[in-house]
């Protein structure tokens, strides 16, 4: 396995527009996360997966943002009506786990958003 | 929310200096990650420590978790450790929060030839 993968690496796109990107985390992992950096800043948590359940979303998740994980391996994350303010890299990190049991999160390259 | 206070915020170093960050949070924690971000910004994984000492080459960890605090040593530095470092702390709450990760603001590393 060659770790989490994000895609696209980078995408600019006119504002207004949706945007969709891409997770596939490792594949024994039934955790997933989606993190949002801005510049100069640390990533800040948007929203968990365990399995296909969406567990928690962070009030940075406006109504404008959806996230799934069909059947439980990638996941999808869209942006509708893209603002400028969403421009920003876009994390995604899987880990194993079970209730308290938590283990090392791995994070993907990472999706540059760019909003013009 | 956790509170997590990194120092120092920048880092300027020669060639062959060690140094130390470190990392504070505010309340207890089962999950404490070190990442170096690299320019590309891609997360490394450096250390998985919520208690404890590790060491893995030239770098090394101590948390403390009973005084709330994390530190790493990075020892001969090198220009290729160049970067931003960041510390990560994670804590269960609710039952639902499992392995999310709280962020530092980071401390940025430059060592000059």
């Known amino acids: 396995d060659t770790g989490v993968s994000q895609d696209p690496r980078h995408k600019i796109t006119k504002r207004g527009q949706n945007v969709t990107f891409r997770c596939d985390p490792i594949?024994?992992?039934?955790?997933l996360y989606w993190y949002r950096q801005t510049l100069g800043q640390g990533p800040e948590f948007l929203t968990y997966f365990q399995n296909e359940a969406q567990l928690e979303k962070s009030r940075l998740l406006s109504d404008r943002f959806s996230a799934e994980r069909p059947k439980g391996s990638f996941s999808t994350l869209e942006i509708q009506r893209t603002e400028q303010g969403d421009s920003a890299m876009y994390l995604c990190?899987?880990?194993?786990?079970?209730?308290?049991?938590?283990?090392?999160?791995?994070f993907g390259q990472g999706t540059r958003l760019t909003v013009v | 929310g956790i509170q997590v206070e990194q120092s120092p915020p920048d880092l300027i170093l020669q060639e062959g200096a060690n140094s130390t960050l470190r990392c504070n949070f505010s309340d207890s924690v089962n999950n404490l990650q070190w990442f170096h971000q690299n320019p590309w910004g891609q997360l490394i994984n450096l250390f998985y420590i919520p208690s404890g000492t590790k060491q893995n080459g030239r770098l090394s960890a101590t948390t403390v978790a009973t005084e709330r605090y994390s530190l790493l040593y990075i020892s001969s530095s090198q220009t290729t450790d160049s970067g931003v470092y960041f510390c990560a702390v994670g804590k269960n709450a609710g039952g639902t929060s499992y392995g999310k990760l709280t962020f530092g603001q980071g401390t940025i590393l430059t060592v000059h030839p």
């Open positions: 990190a899987s880990s194993l786990g079970y209730r308290l049991l938590n283990t090392e999160a791995f």
């Open positions: 594949s024994e992992h039934n955790r």
